[in-house]
Every structure is written in structure tokens, then in C-alpha cells.
């Protein structure tokens, strides 16, 4: 089935359709979730919420850019609006932003991508969050700010904290596979 007629399949709410399109999209789009969630269920939860609001506006879909891209655009959106019902605490940070641990690529380098994404979801919630909009999505300090209703400072406080606590992380996998 191509893209076209499953788009189309969708938007006459053909079951067929819709859980094909889950099917294609759901692995991409839990790995997304997961960045952003605590734990596994609260992704789950992401997951089924960001799908519901696929199914309601899958006619909105303008194709202008890929499909993929889209959907994803709505499962970052309802990450970070659960994460605003959250109310998470962020940190300020301190003086020690510059003070960054240096580490040795290699073992970034024989970390499988489970791996690295099990480093990141152990991440402080706050951390993770700005993180994943910065590092991964590519939002700017203005934007995180704006969508998680904290100063443009916090978030990059935020990002150096985690960029420092990965770098923790790492030195301390370095040290037990030595």
C-alpha cells in the first residue's frame, strides 16, 4: 500500500488503513517517545496520545514534507506538552558549567544505539527534556524556552547539566570496561 492510499485510508477512518500506518510508524516514533519519558509506560502513553492526534488531523496533512517528519512534529509536541502537565522542576546551574569532564570517543563508539538511549533516559527529567529539543530535535535555547515556559537561560543551564552528567556516565562505562 502506498503512502498516498494509506494517507487517504486514514482520513475515511478505514481501520485497515489506520492500523497499517501505526504499524509502518510506531517503532520510529516510540524511540522519540522514549527520550522524552520517564519510563517506559509514560512513552506508551506519549505514544497512544501523539497516535490519536494523528488519526484526528491526518486530513490536515499538507504533504509538504514527509509523512514521517509529521507525525513525528506530533509525537515531539506531545511529549513536551506532557511534560508542561508535568510541572517539572528545572536546576539552576552553577559555576561548574565549563568545568566539562573530557572522555574518550571510543566508547561512545562501541555503545549500540540501546545503549545510548538507556543513558539518556536516566537523565534527570529536566536535563533529558532540553536535551532531546536541543541535541536531538534541533530547537533553539528561544524555543525550548517558550515551549516548556522557563527562562532561555534555564534551558541552557539544563543542556550543559546534561551534556556534563552523559559525560559522567560515560567516564564511569569507561572505568568498568577497562
Known amino acids: 500500500m502506498t503512502e498516498e492510499d494509506l494517507i487517504k485510508g486514514c482520513v475515511k477512518e478505514d481501520r485497515e488503513c489506520q492500523k497499517e500506518l501505526y504499524l509502518r510508524f510506531s ?31 491526518i486530513g490536515k496533512f499538507k504533504r509538504e514534507g514527509s509523512l514521517e517528519g509529521w507525525i513525528r512534529r506530533i509525537m515531539v509536541n506531545t511529549s513536551i506538552n506532557k511534560i508542561r502537565s508535568n510541572k517539572v522542576r528545572f536546576e539552576e546551574l552553577g559555576n561548574e558549567a565549563d568545568d566539562f569532564l573530557q572522555h574518550d570517543r571510543s566508547i561512545i563508539d562501541k555503545m549500540s544505539e540501546k545503549d545510548i538511549l538507556n543513558l539518556v533516559s536516566q537523565m534527570p527529567s529536566g536535563y533529558r527534556y532540553v536535551f532531546n529539543m536541543y541535541a536531538i530535535e534541533g530547537l533553539s535555547h528561544k524555543e525550548i524556552a517558550a515551549n516548556l515556559g522557563i527562562e532561555e537561560a534555564s534551558s541552557r543551564s539544563q543542556y550543559a547539566k546534561a551534556k556534563k552528567y552523559l559525560q559522567q556516565q560515560l567516564v564511569k562505562l569507561e572505568k568498568i570496561n577497562l
Open 27 to 57: 517503532g520510529k516514533m516510540m524511540a522519540v517517545c522514549l527520550r522524552y519519558a520517564g519510563n517506559r509506560m509514560e512513552a506508551e502513553d506519549m505514544l497512544q496520545e501523539g497516535f490519536i492526534k494523528v488519526f484526528d488531523n
